[in-house]
Structures are given as structure tokens and as C-alpha cells.
């Protein structure tokens, strides 16, 4: 075993995040590597919970990659074989500190260095994931894999129990549906997919290239009928996104309207379109499912 110097970065508003990348770090440590497990920092805090003015007021930043900017990062000097980044989705985009530490001062630290991109969300995270792939691409970043947990139970009834949990601070604020957020099962398969990429990491030689180290491992699910209406429904979000930001700043009387519009609407398409996209990945699932899954694969072009 050769142990290596592995970055692990991450932020969470709830704390699920930071049990994430500590699930898949424990591991490295164990076997010997030496490990910076370090959090982001925005500069202003985001709210937890959010109202909704806040929580659709930054749709249109977080949509059009203008994130609020985060603080230096406090890294120990040395060169990094491995950088995980334990990233959430927002809107179907990279949450904003991460978009800020991709865009921002440090972002240099990526060039030439392997990444392993763990995303946590509630289940939509392609459309976020392959973002976060081309911001790590366009700093010289090699993403090799990708770990994605993603909340158990019923689909359909996580969107309203996450914005509920997002809105109110509480995972079960919706008493008669499952509880949001990711259960225990869950971090335990990080863990195992760590101590998996823990064991090969150690199992190079120093100074190798940055292969792939869980090819030949299920890493991520994609649940057909939700990415479907991701893709289609998330392709109107930059145009949103743009004519929100023309017309409002955030915290303005008018982006507060626009929030409740986006309200409005997410909830429609959610209930609107639900059925439809169940009956047209049904009906061509022979070309839908394969396109999802290239999409939700590596490499991202
Ligand atoms: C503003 C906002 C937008 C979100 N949008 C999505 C989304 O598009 N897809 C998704 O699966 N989860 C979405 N989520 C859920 C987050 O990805 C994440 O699971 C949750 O915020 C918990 O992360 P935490 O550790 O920071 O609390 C969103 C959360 C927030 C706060």
C-alpha cells in the first residue's frame, strides 16, 4: 500500500452532506491515506430553513453560474493525488459554493488532478452533475468517477417532502409520506464504494495517471421517468433563469414575486406533467433510457 494525499471538500446546510463526504472519507483514512477532509465557506451564509422567497430567489445565480462567492480556501501545501468533491444539486445545477470554488481564486488547485465527483440530492442530479463535470474540465480537472446518493423511497413524494424539509428545516414536516433526506442505508454504500476506492487508491504506484478507480462498479441509479422530465423540463431553466435575473435583484420586491412564481410552477409541472413523462418514457423507453443513461455516464463531452 502507497498512501496518497486525497482532498475531500464539502459544504451542507443540513449536515447530510457533511455525513456524505465523511462516509466516503473514513475509509481513506483508514487504510493510511492522508486525508484533508475541508468545508467551504460562503461568505454570506445561505438561510436554513429557507422561505420561499430566498429558496426560488436563487434560482436564477445558481441557474446562470453567478455564484455568491465563498472564502479562500485554508489548504495544507502539497500536491493532491485525489479530490472529491461532495457536491449537492441545485435546480439541476451545481449548488453555488461550488460553482464559486470552480470560478473562483482557488480553482487552480484542480488542474492536472484527478476528481471524483460525490453528488447528493434528492434524485434529480444529471443535469447538475455533468455542469459540475465541464466546470471541472475547464480547470484542467480529470473526473474519473462518479458516486451519487440519491434519497430512497417514492420519487413522486420527495419533491414535496424536500422542498418541505428545505422550507421548514424538519425532514418528516410532511407526517403522512416518508421522511426526506438519505436514509442510513445509504451512507453505508458510500462508505463501502470508499473502502473499495480506498483499497485501489492505495494499491498504485505514486505518480501514475489518473485512472479510473470504480469503473466496474454501480455507482449511481437513474430513475427513467423523473430524468426524462428533468431533461425536458430543465432545458427552460436558463431562459427562466434569464429573464428572472433582467428584471430583479435578489432580495428585490420583484424577484420575491418571481420566487412565488417559480413555486407555482415547479409544483405544477411536478403535478402536470408527472403522468406524462411515466406514459412517454413507457412508450419509448427503447430510446429514452439509453440517452439517459449516456448522458449520466462518463465520459461527459
Ligand atoms: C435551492 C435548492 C435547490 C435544490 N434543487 C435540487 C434539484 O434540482 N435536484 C435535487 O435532486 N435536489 C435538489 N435540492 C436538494 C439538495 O440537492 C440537497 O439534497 C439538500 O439541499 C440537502 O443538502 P445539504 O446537506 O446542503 O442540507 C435542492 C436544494 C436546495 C436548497
Redesign the pocket.
Known amino acids: 500500500m502507497t498512501p496518497k494525499r486525497v482532498l475531500v471538500l464539502w459544504?451542507?446546510?443540513?449536515?447530510?452532506?457533511?455525513s456524505?463526504a465523511e462516509s466516503f472519507a473514513r475509509p481513506f483514512s483508514e487504510a493510511g491515506h492522508d486525508v484533508a477532509l475541508l468545508e467551504l465557506e460562503p461568505v454570506t451564509a445561505?438561510p436554513?430553513p429557507?422561505k420561499v422567497s430566498t429558496?426560488?430567489g436563487?434560482?436564477p445565480e445558481?441557474v446562470l453560474d453567478r455564484p455568491a462567492p465563498i472564502r479562500r480556501l485554508q489548504l495544507p501545501p502539497g500536491e493532491w493525488d485525489l479530490i472529491v468533491l461532495t457536491t449537492?444539486?441545485?435546480?439541476?445545477?451545481p449548488?453555488q459554493p461550488f460553482a464559486a470554488l470552480l470560478s473562483g481564486p482557488d480553482r487552480g488547485i484542480f488542474l492536472g488532478k484527478r476528481v471524483i465527483t460525490l453528488i447528493?440530492?434528492?434524485?434529480?442530479?444529471i443535469r447538475?452533475w455533468r455542469r459540475l463535470v465541464g466546470l471541472v474540465q475547464a480547470q484542467g480537472g480529470i473526473v474519473t468517477d462518479r458516486i451519487v446518493a440519491?434519497?430512497g423511497g417514492p420519487v413522486f413524494a420527495s419533491y414535496f417532502t424536500?422542498l418541505a424539509?428545505?422550507l421548514t428545516g424538519k425532514r418528516d414536516a410532511i407526517k403522512a409520506l416518508p421522511s426526506a433526506?438519505l436514509g442510513a442505508d445509504t451512507l453505508v454504500r458510500v462508505a463501502g464504494i470508499g473502502a473499495i476506492a480506498a483499497e485501489r487508491l492505495g494499491a498504485e504506484p505514486r505518480g501514475g495517471p489518473p485512472a479510473p478507480l470504480l469503473a466496474d462498479l454501480q455507482t449511481a441509479s437513474v430513475s427513467y421517468p423523473h430524468a426524462f422530465g428533468?431533461q425536458l423540463v430543465g432545458s427552460l431553466f436558463p431562459l427562466f433563469a434569464r429573464i428572472i435575473s433582467a428584471v430583479s435583484r435578489p432580495g428585490s420586491l420583484v424577484r420575491d414575486v418571481s420566487a412565488v412564481a417559480m413555486l407555482c410552477f415547479i409544483l405544477s409541472a411536478v403535478i402536470g406533467l408527472f403522468v406524462p413523462f411515466v406514459i412517454g418514457e413507457l412508450l419509448f423507453r427503447p430510446w429514452v433510457d439509453p440517452w439517459l443513461d449516456r448522458l449520466a455516464t462518463l465520459p461527459v463531452a
Open positions: 459544504w451542507s446546510q443540513s449536515g447530510q452532506l457533511r456524505v445561505f436554513f429557507w429558496f426560488f436563487v434560482f445558481t449537492q444539486v441545485w435546480f439541476l445545477s449548488s447528493s440530492c434528492r434524485n434529480m442530479w447538475g440519491t434519497q424536500t424539509w428545505m433526506g428533468e
